[in-house]
């Protein structure tokens, strides 16, 4: 089946510092990919939807400059988490509709977990 | 805005009982997928119910869409210890011109030796 990798899969980082994470659809193109967010034992939130090639529209309540979205390959989103704060700590799923495959198929990566200190 | 609310939010039980977890939801869907997930990992996907469908099987899955009530059901027969995961129930709808997937609340399931 399709496969989508995260990189990397747990980072830690200072306060103040940016972070970048990378989406990748290993063998299938993805035209539109997902960011959520997870705090621990809660729900995945939906924080923005990107499309290759234009700008991501975010969920209610998510800042853009904050979580930069850059989806400038059919295969590659990255979410780069900006001046991050210890609030900011969670764990970031991106997911990733294969084109080709119809809108009701999307793959899951397996999660980067984020610590900020 | 989370779309979906489940119930239970945990569920403890012993091997070999059946797990029934529920999920409700507020707006029109396309489809509903039932999704695992094991403590700090990834998202398995288990099922995916349109919103034609009343019911479908896999495996000792079974899982029930009643669209006039906005709600589903996912039902785990015979349950093993390694079914012991977070359910997640996640709506697939049409919004702003494109689809999002939304996820509920979410059931713990334990299961016991």
Redesign the interface.
């Known amino acids: 089946g399709a496969v989508v990798s995260q990189h990397p899969s747990r980072v830690i980082c200072k306060s103040g510092t940016s972070v970048k994470i990378e989406c990748r659809s290993l063998d299938f193109q993805a035209t539109t990919m997902f960011w959520y967010r997870q705090f621990p034992k809660q729900s995945l939130m939906l924080m923005a939807t990107s499309n290759e090639g234009s700008k991501a529209t975010y969920e209610q309540g998510v800042e853009k400059d904050k979580f930069l979205i850059n989806h400038a390959s059919l295969t590659l989103s990255t979410l780069t988490v900006t001046s991050a704060h210890p609030e900011d700590s969670s764990f970031y799923i991106c997911s990733a509709r294969d084109g080709l495959a119809g809108l009701e198929t999307q793959y899951f990566g397996p999660g980067t977990r984020l610590l900020v200190l | 805005?989370?779309q979906g609310e489940e119930d239970p939010q945990a569920l403890s039980i012993q091997e070999g009982e059946n797990a029934t977890m529920n999920c409700s939801y507020k707006t029109s869907i396309?489809?509903l997928q039932w999704?695992r997930q094991n403590s700090?990992?990834?998202?398995v996907?288990l099922i995916?119910i349109r919103s034609n469908e009343r019911e479908k099987h896999s495996g000792r899955l079974r899982v029930t869409l009643d669209t006039s009530k906005k709600s589903s059901s996912l039902l785990i027969t015979a349950s093993r210890a390694a079914d012991t995961a977070s359910y997640?129930c996640a709506t697939?709808a049409t919004s702003?011109g494109?689809?999002?997937?939304?996820?509920?609340?979410?059931t713990?399931l334990k299961v016991e030796l």
């Open positions: 805005s989370q396309n489809n999704y700090g990992r990834g998202l996907h995916l997640f697939d702003g494109g689809n999002k997937l939304t996820f509920g609340t979410g713990q």
